[in-house]
């Protein structure tokens, strides 16, 4: 029977609840006019107190004044909220779910609600250390995950960036690479980013670094010949696809929604790089001269049909066959030919 409560008890923390409110304006100006009238009760029962007839009404009057004043009106006061838009308070009441604060405004809840973030930092030393990580990362030009989650106990419902660093992975054909991507989301279930995982940037953080290493194994960095297949650098579109539904397949848990994921940096690792260059650079020289090849020999084969349908010159075998190597020679060269004039006859 315990482990049917707490299965239902989880399942509902999965569905967001909008919690009773009023108008934090109303209740802030009835607090305010309710504070007053217990600052006059208050000198009202210090004047009859000093009566012996009105002793007991003074005192009840002082009482009752002090303890408005002194309890009621800060607890009163702990329930005005302030909410800026795409902002969200997640609240509790005394360990359980209460409702999540949604739309810009000024609202009074239940004074005994706290907000719930497990991603905040509110400490002084938690603070110190946000901002030496935020210096550090200042300098070597990498982004802060979600800065604003990391110091608020309000849950930004924007859309946010995250940018991991860079990632040596091998390919599908073991090849080292050096990528990086840049992954767009927010937040669409407050409840499940606060209740289903403890720190939900970092959960995302992880989560997508895992997801690259997982899509980055299926496809090569890049194919020789082969149009078809593909391949990291070809498919860039295909290959944003796949990892964006592989990160929100893992973070749906987590109450995100994944908007766009790109790869913003692709390379060979240091050690490979000279290497796969020269491979590249000694690919295109044999397309070049594939195309050169080709080219040559269907100018070489124009030329002796129009030499053969004009008449202008009898060319036996062998004659053809030392005019095809001089125009291959010329056409497939790497230089300009050096002519040789023959004053003689060609026999």
Do not use: C, H
């Given at each position: 029977m315990t482990q049917v409560t707490e299965t239902t008890t989880a399942s509902s923390n999965d569905i967001e609840i909008e919690p009773k409110k009023v108008s934090g304006m109303a209740m802030l100006l009835l607090n305010i006019i309710l504070s007053l009238a217990a600052i006059g009760a208050l000198t009202i029962g210090c004047i009859l107190s000093a009566d012996e007839t009105n002793f007991a009404l003074g005192v009840t009057a002082s009482i009752v004044g002090s303890v408005f004043l002194c309890i009621i009106s800060p607890i009163l006061f702990m329930g005005l909220k302030?909410?800026?838009?795409?902002?969200?308070?997640?609240?509790?009441?005394?360990?359980?779910?209460?409702?999540?604060?949604?739309?810009?405004?000024?609202?009074?809840?239940?004074?005994?609600?706290?907000?719930?973030?497990?991603?905040?930092?509110?400490?002084?030393?938690?603070?110190?250390?946000?901002?030496?990580?935020?210096?550090?990362?200042?300098?070597?030009?990498?982004?802060?995950?979600?800065?604003?989650?990391?110091?608020?106990?309000?849950?930004?419902?924007?859309?946010?960036?995250?940018?991991?660093?860079?990632?040596?992975?091998?390919?599908?054909?073991?090849?080292?690479?050096?990528?990086?991507?840049?992954?767009?989301?927010?937040?669409?279930?407050?409840?499940?980013?606060?209740?289903?995982?403890?720190?939900?940037?970092?959960?995302?953080?992880i989560q997508s670094d895992s997801a690259l290493r997982n899509v980055v194994r299926l496809y090569p960095y890049d194919v020789f010949g082969d149009d078809n297949e593909k391949t990291l650098r070809a498919s860039s579109q295909e290959v944003a696809e796949r990892l964006k539904s592989e990160i929100q397949s893992k973070v749906v848990i987590a109450g995100l929604e994944i908007m766009e994921a790109k790869i913003t940096h692709l390379s060979y690792a240091p050690e490979i790089a000279a290497a796969m260059l020269q491979r590249q650079q000694a690919s295109a020289i044999i397309d070049a001269r594939q195309m050169i090849v080709e080219g040559a020999v269907g100018m070489v084969e124009m030329a002796l049909k129009k030499l053969n349908e004009n008449g202008i010159v009898q060319l036996d075998e062998e004659r053809k066959a030392a005019m095809v190597s001089n125009l291959l020679v010329v056409l497939c060269g790497n230089k300009d030919a050096q002519p040789i004039v023959n004053s003689g006859s060609i026999y």
């Open positions: 302030v909410l800026k838009p795409n902002e969200a308070l997640v609240l509790t009441l005394f360990g359980r779910y209460y409702g999540t604060l949604k739309g810009a405004g000024f609202f009074f809840v239940n004074p005994f609600v706290t907000a719930a973030n497990p991603a905040s930092k509110t400490s002084a030393a938690g603070t110190m250390m946000m901002m030496a990580q935020m210096a550090a990362e200042s300098k070597t030009g990498a982004q802060q995950t979600n800065g604003y989650a990391m110091t608020s106990k309000k849950i930004s419902l924007k859309a946010m960036t995250l940018n991991n660093d860079k990632q040596k992975i091998n390919d599908s054909m073991g090849n080292p690479i050096i990528i990086g991507i840049v992954v767009i989301w927010r937040v669409v279930n407050t409840a499940k980013a606060v209740f289903n995982v403890d720190n939900y940037p970092e959960y995302l953080s």
